[in-house]
T-cell receptor, first 110, second 113 residues
Framework: SQQGEEDPQALSIQEGENATMNCSYKTSINNLQWYRQNSGRGLVHLILIRSNEREKHSGRLRVTLDTSKKSSSLLITASRAADTASYFCATETGANNLFFGTGTRLTVIP | EAGVAQSPRYKIIEKRQSVAFWCNPISGHATLYWYQQILGQGPKLLIQFQNNGVVDDSQLPKDRFSAERLKGVDSTLKIQPAKLEDSAVYLC???????????FGPGTRLLVL
């Protein structure tokens, strides 16, 4: 299966702390994307990192990619209660087909 | 700019019945996707359209699922007959081309009893 796998499955932190989620995958990729999904809602695209990039920043988000280890991490700094959601990594291997992982459920406690 | 629209938001049916979902992508987006998201899992691609042509339907259970995008804009996904394991959220997404970010609709939550 090309599906990614996030770790941990669930994460609970205090507001203001940093949250780190990891993603591992199995095949070569063109890019890796991170999405957020609030309960009962659709997915929101957060950030895309291409296979030739190692690190990318967007606001409070920092994503790293290690293609030799087939892994990526998403760091959310200074977390807020509004960051409570499920976070998915998705790998793109061609033709913009995305293969999603099982997600990390993040709870930020006010 | 309006987002991806889907209807209905919720649907409850009995097994062996049929059901249809509708998606209106973002205006001008040529590529449209249907995903199935079972509770506790990530979305799984069912079918991808480029304009009104199918690009990838390798994971669509074609004995019971069908989808069309006749005029290259709106799309419908149909299940006939439904099974209990089809209970899931069906997400529609669109992108301006096959190489760009996908934008997701709110989904249709289906419960098959």
């Amino acid at each position: 299966s090309q599906q990614g796998e996030e770790d941990p499955q669930a994460l609970s932190i205090q507001e203001g702390e940093n949250a780190t989620m990891n993603c591992s995958y199995k095949t070569s990729i063109n890019n890796l994307q991170w999405y957020r999904q609030n309960s009962g809602r659709g997915l929101v695209h957060l950030i895309l990192i291409r296979s030739n990039e190692r690190e990318k920043h967007s606001g409070r988000l920092r994503v790293t990619l290690d293609t030799s280890k087939k892994s990526s991490s998403l760091l959310i700094t200074a977390s807020r209660a509004a960051d409570t959601a499920s976070y998915f990594c998705a790998t793109e291997t061609g033709a913009n087909n995305l293969f999603f992982g099982t997600g990390t459920r993040l709870t930020v406690i006010p | 700019e309006a987002g991806v629209a889907q209807s209905p938001r919720y649907k409850i049916i009995e097994k062996r019945q049929s059901v249809a979902f509708w998606c209106n992508p973002i205006s001008g987006h040529a590529t449209l996707y249907w995903y199935q998201q079972i509770l506790g899992q990530g979305p799984k691609l069912l079918i991808q359209f480029q304009n009104n042509g199918v690009v990838d339907d390798s994971q669509l259970p074609k004995d019971r699922f069908s989808a069309e995008r006749l005029k290259g804009v709106d799309s419908t996904l149909k299940i006939q007959p439904a099974k209990l394991e089809d209970s899931a959220v069906y997400l529609c997404a669109s992108s301006s081309t096959a190489q760009e970010t996908q934008y997701f609709g709110p989904g249709t939550r289906l419960l098959v009893l």
